[in-house]
């Protein structure tokens, strides 16, 4: 499966921003999708992950409560939708695609990759 994400941008503090992830080839059904981010100088980092039926997700606990994450298996599509962003927000981030069950943190879980959108939040 191919991944693209896009809709990053600079934003103020405080903004909300909502992150696509559209695929191509096979689709995303049948993967557990995700969503990882990677600051300057830093490791790359889970962000929020939801299971291929779209009825369970996971979160970071630096995003719980300000990011949501669903998806539309008929349009082949992953959201991440960003609110109430603080400058620490400020990263390059992926869509991911992982095949099996549980919720998994690490990036080498993960078979699949997009190719990053910036987010930059502005104090």
């Known amino acids: 499966v191919q991944l693209q994400a896009s809709g990053g941008g600079l934003v103020q503090a405080g903004a909300p921003l909502r992150l696509s992830c559209a695929a191509s080839g096979r689709g995303i059904s049948g993967y557990v999708m995700a969503w990882f981010r990677q600051a300057p100088g830093m490791e790359r980092a889970f962000v929020a992950a939801i299971s291929e039926s779209g009825a369970s997700s996971y979160y970071a606990d630096s995003v719980k409560g300000r990011f949501i994450i669903t998806r539309d298996n008929a349009k082949d599509t992953v959201d991440l939708q960003m609110n109430s962003l603080k400058p620490e927000d400020t990263a390059v981030y992926y869509c991911?695609?992982?095949?099996?069950?549980?919720?998994?943190?690490?990036?080498?879980?993960?078979?699949?990759w997009g190719q990053g959108t910036q987010v930059t939040v502005s104090s």
């Open positions: 991911a695609a992982r095949s099996g069950a549980g919720w998994k943190l690490r990036q080498s879980d993960y078979d699949y």
